[in-house]
T-cell receptor
Framework: GENVEQHPSTLSVQEGDSAVIKCTYSDSASNYFPWYKQELGKGPQLIIDIRSNVGEKKDQRIAVTLNKTAKHFSLHITETQPEDSAVYFCAASIRSGYALNFGKGTSLLVTP | EAGVAQSPRYKIIEKRQSVAFWCNPISGHATLYWYQQILGQGPKLLIQFQNNGVVDDSQLPKDRFSAERLKGVDSTLKIQPAKLEDSAVYLC???????????????FGPGTRLLVL
């Protein structure tokens, strides 16, 4: 089955700096790659996603890049703010409507 | 639009007891998922429903876990008997197909936090 690796497990940045989280996946058939943000005591919330026919996608301060040849994708957060502090999960899915395979998460701390 | 609802939010039981969780998906969402999230890990699928039929239950420990979605809307997940290693957050998610037929975005509920003593 699909195996998703996520790095780093923890990340601490100063407010205003950029944060980058990287994920790799094993199944070349994977074609959908969402990123979720999970705050303490809450369920995961989708923040951005990318499909295999797109190399990059941006939404305000958040961007995701995908390299299908290398089987890795990354989340970039610019101008970080304290409210960006949370656990971020990458995921991959091999087919439309199928369940997601999640990475182990990255705990991001943005200090003022 | 109301989100995915789950109850209870917290549950503490002793090992070998039984417990049930309830999920009400977003209105109109045909697909419903139950995930298990152990502390420090990402969610792991337990079972996926399409309307009232099971799509994937390959990772559901069927000797102790069961789930149903009888009318294709609400769903219940049951554990009987519970083990210490079942302590986790149980997340329900729902989705519907986009107009372009692309991957269905999954929306998660707040989860039920289970502690087995």
């Amino acid at each position: 089955g699909e195996n998703v690796e996520q790095h780093p497990s923890t990340l601490s940045v100063q407010e205003g700096d950029s944060a980058v989280i990287k994920c790799t996946y094993s199944d070349s058939a994977s074609n959908y790659f969402p990123w979720y943000k999970q705050e303490l005591g809450k369920g995961p919330q989708l923040i951005i996603d990318i499909r295999s026919n797109v190399g990059e996608k941006k939404d305000q301060r958040i961007a995701v890049t995908l390299n299908k040849t290398a089987k890795h994708f990354s989340l970039h957060i610019t101008e970080t703010q304290p409210e960006d502090s949370a656990v971020y999960f990458c995921a991959a899915s091999i087919r439309s409507g199928y369940a997601l395979n999640f990475g182990k998460g990255t705990s991001l701390l943005v200090t003022p | 639009e109301a989100g995915v609802a789950q109850s209870p939010r917290y549950k503490i039981i002793e090992k070998r007891q039984s417990v049930a969780f309830w999920c009400n998906p977003i209105s109109g969402h045909a697909t419903l998922y139950w995930y298990q999230q152990i502390l420090g890990q990402g969610p792991k699928l337990l079972i996926q429903f399409q309307n009232n039929g099971v799509v994937d239950d390959s990772q559901l420990p069927k000797d102790r876990f069961s789930a149903e979605r009888l009318k294709g809307v609400d769903s219940t997940l049951k554990i009987q008997p519970a083990k210490l290693e079942d302590s986790a957050v149980y997340l329900c998610a729902s989705s519907h197909r986009t107009s372009g037929g692309n991957q269905e975005t999954q929306y998660f509920g707040p989860g039920t936090r289970l502690l087995v003593l």
